[in-house]
């Protein structure tokens, strides 16, 4: 960077830091960690939002001894160098004063007349965020060297205008995470809102009034799906072949991770899905055994998989209808008391799926039923869509307000403030006069 705005100037981290080192692991690895004495600092523990205190484990002090080149300082700038979550910083918090840092983990400690928060703001921005994951800092080896990070060029305003943005950025991200928290109440709200629709719909009081009967009474056809296995194949050639996966506890559908699976045409129209058909999974974890949704036109020549059970009803349902009584509480409730479970695997046999309890309205009074509870999901739909879109503006801005920050355009600069070439002239200086490290043999322990 060499265009810098009025009054900034551009110094090296090497120039602007007074230490940048990352620790080790004890010898021993986990074995070695304790559930109280010296913290140690792991990538876990260090997020865009601030220092994470979970998954903190900690040193005797034998064990700190061995790292007391890396001494964690309150206001440190903590850096992940290495992995999936290289890049992510923040500031070290005064509890952590005289913890140490694994290998993992960087710590910047800037001079004194630099904001450690000014540091870990410009890390955070957009651009060096895409500078560190780069081809050049090894999206194969995944990690940061020391020598790297001395060699980034930091746009340095007046010490005065980087607390101006320091308090900028506070008080920008502190309303975005207000309204992220907000929003992160909706998922929950949504979720209740849906079980309240579906439990009026199907009161006991409603069902009263209904022909009560077994679900096998109206099935006309049950199938369990087609065996592939290891021979499901990423490319397009062969059928589709529809699994678990591929739709949710609310019955929406997705292709994310479609297969496809050589048949025979025997096969093909044995197992092809058809409009009107309601899957049923027989198969999954406790949570979401009994997962329930309905096919829709449109998608010819698909088949499924053995996880999942094939409903067609008789005429006198409306597939809609039964898909709606399968999501239900009271339905949810029966399948409760039906399940078989091990310690991974859930299931629900074929024989209690067609022996559950199932409400029967006239035609006319199911597809009342079906188009007061499609109008509420609609809107419910639109809701989440509308909340997950506001989550990502959110996202978005508080990426602008970083990248602003370090141009200048954040806050407005005051004529007044020292220029930062004075103060670069100070660190220099102070560099200059600092005394230099004795190096010599270490003496045999």
């Not at 981290?13 to 230490?19: C, G, Q």
């Not at 910083?89 to 952590?96: G, I, K, L, S």
């Not at 096998?216 to 490319?235: C, N, P």
């Not at 403030?417 to 190096?439: F, H, Q, V």
Request: proline fraction near 5%; hydrophobic fraction near 40%.
């Amino acid at each position: 960077m060499s265009d810098f705005p009025q009054g900034w100037a551009g110094i090296s981290f090497a120039e602007a830091t007074d230490k940048i080192g990352s620790g080790a692991t004890p010898k021993g690895g986990h074995s070695a960690y304790q559930v109280s004495g010296i913290p140690l600092i792991r990538s876990q523990n260090v997020h865009f939002k601030g220092f994470a205190d979970a998954g903190l484990v900690f040193l005797s002090d034998a064990q700190a001894e061995k790292l007391n080149g890396v001494i964690v300082r309150t206001n440190d700038v903590l850096l992940n160098i290495t992995g999936a979550s290289i890049g992510r910083v923040t500031v070290a918090p005064e509890r952590m004063d005289g913890a140490r840092v694994n290998q993992h983990v960087m710590i910047i400690r800037p001079k004194s007349s630099i904001e450690p928060a000014f540091i870990a703001g410009f890390l955070s921005s957009p651009p060096m965020q895409q500078f560190i994951v780069a081809e050049n800092y090894g999206v194969t080896r995944q990690a940061l060297t020391k020598t790297m990070i001395e060699e980034i060029e930091l746009p340095l305003p007046p010490l005065p205008e980087q607390r101006r943005i320091v308090a900028k950025i506070d008080s920008l991200t502190g309303k975005s995470r207000r309204a992220r928290d907000h929003l992160d109440h909706i998922p929950r709200l949504v979720e209740k809102y849906r079980h309240a629709v579906l439990a009026s719909a199907f009161s006991e009081g409603e069902r009263a009034a209904w022909k009560n009967g077994k679900l096998e009474e109206f099935i006309t056809d049950a199938l369990i799906g087609l065996v592939r296995g290891k021979s499901e194949q990423s490319d397009v050639s062969g059928v589709p072949y529809i699994r678990m996966n591929h739709y949710d506890l609310n019955g929406h559908w997705n292709d994310n991770k479609l297969t496809f699976v050589e048949a025979t045409p025997q096969e093909i129209e044995r197992y092809e899905l058809r409009r009107g058909d309601v899957l049923f999974n027989t198969r999954n974890s406790v949570e979401l055994v009994g997962k329930v949704a309905l096919w829709q036109d449109g998608r010819d020549r698909h088949v499924y998989n053995n996880n999942i059970l094939r409903l067609r009803f008789n005429e006198k349902v409306v597939p809609r209808f039964a898909t709606l009584w399968m999501m239900s509480e009271p339905f949810r409730a029966y399948l409760q008391t039906q399940k078989s479970a091990t310690t991974s695997v859930c299931a629900i046999y074929q024989r209690s799926i067609m022996a559950a309890p199932f409400p029967l309205p006239s035609v006319a009074e199911q597809k009342a039923v079906v188009t007061k509870i499609d109008s509420a999901f609609a809107w419910i739909d639109r809701l989440t869509a509308d909340a997950t879109n506001a989550r990502k503006l959110i996202d978005h801005l508080d990426q602008s307000v970083l990248a602003k920050a370090f141009t200048g355009e954040l806050v407005l600069q005051d004529p007044a403030d020292e220029p930062a070439s004075a103060l670069l002239d100070r660190i220099r200086a102070e560099r200059t006069g600092a005394p230099k490290a004795k190096r010599g043999r270490k003496k045999a322990a």
